[in-house]
Nanobody, 121 residues
Framework: QVQLQESGPGLVKPSQTLSLTCTVS??????????WTWIRQPPGKGLEWIGY???????AYTPSLKSRTSISRDTSKNHISLLLRSVTPEDTARYYC?????????????WGRGTQVTVSS
């Protein structure tokens, strides 16, 4: 069973860089067909897809955040990291790490519990 745990600071000041880590257990982040995805949910709003890093190391980002976002991995620690630069209060949200397993015939999502991030001075 794949399990994910997000960690990071709960409070970030405007203009700073938000750094979050997703620790994956139960499987390797390099296992074929996994897409390690960051999703966020601002207060009172719907889910917003931020981007992913695939099992092969490729990345994709949502266009509106692409210039400020980096997703990386540490295979020795089985971690996926998210950096979001130049944050504003609009980046306040609960951030989730999701392991998405996709093949041509099946798909399954594994969600972390999320971590709340508030951007405020």
């Amino acid at each position: 069973q794949v399990q994910l745990q997000e960690s990071g600071p709960g409070l970030v000041k405007p203009s700073q860089t938000l750094s979050l880590t997703c620790t994956v257990s139960g499987d390797s982040i390099t296992r074929n067909n996994f897409y390690w995805t960051w999703i966020r949910q601002p207060p009172g709003k719907g889910l917003e897809w931020i981007g992913y890093m695939s099992y092969s190391g490729s990345t994709a980002y949502t266009p509106s955040l692409k210039s400020r976002t980096s997703i990386s991995r540490d295979t020795s620690k089985n971690h996926i990291s998210l950096l979001l630069r130049s944050v504003t209060p609009e980046d306040t949200a609960r951030y989730y790490c999701v392991g998405r397993y996709r093949t041509v015939v099946t798909g399954e999502d594994y969600w972390g519990r999320g971590t709340q991030v508030t951007v405020s001075s």
